[in-house]
């Protein structure tokens, strides 16, 4: 359903195209043909039930895993090809990816901040724990924080390089709703500041209805709908997301007419 005319804007105004990828596991398909285009500046969520397909197509927006078929680009370069040309520019958050516990967490960020060649690295840590409000803990063993904590150091790190382009996996998993709405603010910060372009994979429609002006939800590794939150309430006769989510999932996406969608 998804275009693949991915020459109907200029290429400079697109942060990521996927161009009819495919990811075979042991013959088994994870993701199949698909194709999508995401604006840069956009906040953009990629949704779907457990092994729809997100996380293989994160990998592969990250340049982790190789599509078996088709092409990646991320800020214009082919991932298969070029991806150290453009790593330095986006960056990654999940609660799922632990930092070395023994580790405190300034210097946790401030290897990161090497590994990524930030310039000021002092500097730029001492700006992340006080946006992020991480002072109370900075010397303490990233192994020792609570959850709500860990999302802060999370995204600090996340936030290091001032990438240009981030990819969320759950960004809010596991945090109270205090703290997930302060963790949101502080996304939606970022990215007035720096026009950043964003993609979270999440299961909180909340925060998806908050954050993002575009919603591409994924069925057995293929898109299924894919519009503004808004339309997608309005097409499946809905009040929230969370319902046009259990619609997906359960198979009313026939009802959706997706309209061409590369952005
Ligand atoms: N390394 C792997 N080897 C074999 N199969 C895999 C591998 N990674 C993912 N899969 C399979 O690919 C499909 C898509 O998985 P993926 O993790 O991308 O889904 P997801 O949408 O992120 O799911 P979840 O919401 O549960 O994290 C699933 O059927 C999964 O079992």
């Known amino acids: 359903m998804l ?3 991915v020459g109907a804007a200029p290429a400079h105004s697109k942060a990521i195209v996927l161009s009819d990828v495919t990811k075979l596991y042991k013959g088994k398909a994870a993701v199949s043909h698909l194709s999508f285009s995401i604006a840069q500046g956009s906040v953009t969520a ?7 397909g997100k996380t293989t197509t994160i990998g592969m927006i990250m340049g982790l895993i190789l599509p078996t078929a088709g092409t990646v ?3 214009g ?7 150290h040309a453009v790593l330095g ?3 990654f958050e999940s609660p799922y990816v632990d930092m070395p516990h023994r580790l405190t967490v300034r210097q946790n960020l401030t290897i990161f901040a090497k590994l990524y060649g930030v310039a000021r690295v002092k500097n730029r840590v001492a700006e992340l724990a006080e946006d992020l409000a991480l002072g109370d803990f900075l010397d303490r063993p990233s192994g ?5 904590q860990k999302t802060r150091v999370a995204l600090a790190k996340a936030l290091i390089n001032e990438p240009e382009l981030l990819l969320l996996d759950e960004p809010t998993a596991s945090l109270d709703p205090d703290t997930a709405d302060w963790i949101r603010a502080r996304l939606e910060t970022y990215r007035r500041r720096l026009g950043a372009t964003i993609l979270l994979a999440s299961h909180n429609m909340a925060e998806v209805e908050r954050l993002c002006d575009r919603v591409i ?3 057995a590794g293929s898109v299924v709908a894919d519009d503004t939150p808004q339309a997608l309430l309005a097409r499946f006769g809905r009040d929230d997301l969370e319902d046009v989510f259990l619609d997906v999932i359960r198979g009313q996406a026939a009802r959706s007419v997706p309209k061409e969608s590369v952005r």
């Open 217 to 219: 939800f994924m069925n």
């Open 3 to 5: 275009s693949t005319d």
């Open 89 to 91: 520019r986006m960056n």
């Open 77 to 83: 370069v082919d991932m298969a090809v070029d991806r």
């Open 46 to 52: 990629l949704l779907g039930g457990n092994g729809a």
């Open 73 to 75: 680009r991320v800020l």
């Open 144 to 148: 020792q924080l609570s959850a709500g």
